[in-house]
């Protein structure tokens, strides 16, 4: 399978600061992106996904940056909130609808 | 609307028996995926259906594993002879079509002694 890995395995932030989450991929024809968070004991969530043809998309206190060039994906979470400790991952996929490739996943941990 | 329901939560099997584990997808949802997760690490794709269809078994071990779709009914994942290794977290996903975000059960946890 494809490589998709992530910078750091563990994050922890004060609450109310700003997270970010880095993600490497090694597929150059990946052309569809998602973001997951994963609750102990739960399935992941869908947080936000973006397109190859785009660089940047933003939700909810939450921003997708794709760097093509380099092949990097990061997730901000604005103001980060107990609610948001759980582990992050991105998955990509170059055929929509098929397999999504996933990441190991960062621990995020909030500290109130 | 309700999510994507997987059962059971919890199964435990002694090596050698089989385990049936059941995913029906959101209403309206016709495409359905399998994952695999051990512990600390991300999800593998096993197998993506669509009703009565295997599209894409790549991820599935080519023994005694299988899955279905049927017409009528959940999606199941059925795995024979069971070994220690198959101990995972196993989680189904589905989508209202081959695009976009994939919306995740809550899994089953296999557990096998």
């Known amino acids: 399978g494809e490589s998709v890995g992530l910078h750091l395995p563990t994050l922890s932030v004060q609450e109310g600061d700003n997270s970010i989450i880095n993600c490497a991929y090694s597929?150059?024809?990946?052309?569809?992106f998602i973001w997951y968070k994963q609750e102990s004991g739960k399935g992941p969530q869908f947080i936000i996904d973006i397109r190859s043809n785009m660089d940047k998309r933003q939700g909810q206190r939450v921003t997708v940056l794709l760097n093509k060039t380099v092949k990097h994906l990061s997730l901000q979470i604005a103001a980060t909130q107990p609610g948001d400790s759980a582990v992050y991952f991105c998955a990509e996929t170059e055929n929509t609808g098929n397999q999504f490739y996933f990441g190991t996943g960062t621990s995020l941990t909030v500290i109130p | 609307n309700a999510g994507v329901m997987q059962n059971p939560r919890h199964l435990v099997r002694r090596r050698g028996q089989e385990a049936r584990l059941r995913c029906s997808p959101m209403k309206g949802h016709s495409h359905v995926y399998w994952y695999r997760q051990l512990p600390e690490e991300g999800l593998k794709f096993m197998v993506y259906l669509q009703k009565e269809n295997i599209i894409d078994e790549s991820g599935m071990p080519k023994e005694r594993f299988s899955a279905e779709f049927p017409k009528e009914g959940p999606s199941i994942l059925r795995i024979q002879q069971v070994v220690r290794g198959d101990s995972a977290a196993y989680f189904c996903?589905?989508?209202?079509?081959?695009?976009?975000?994939?919306?995740f059960g809550p899994g089953t946890r296999l557990t096998v002694t």
């Open positions: 597929n150059s024809a990946s052309d569809y």
């Open positions: 996903a589905s989508s209202p079509s081959a695009s976009l975000e994939q919306y």
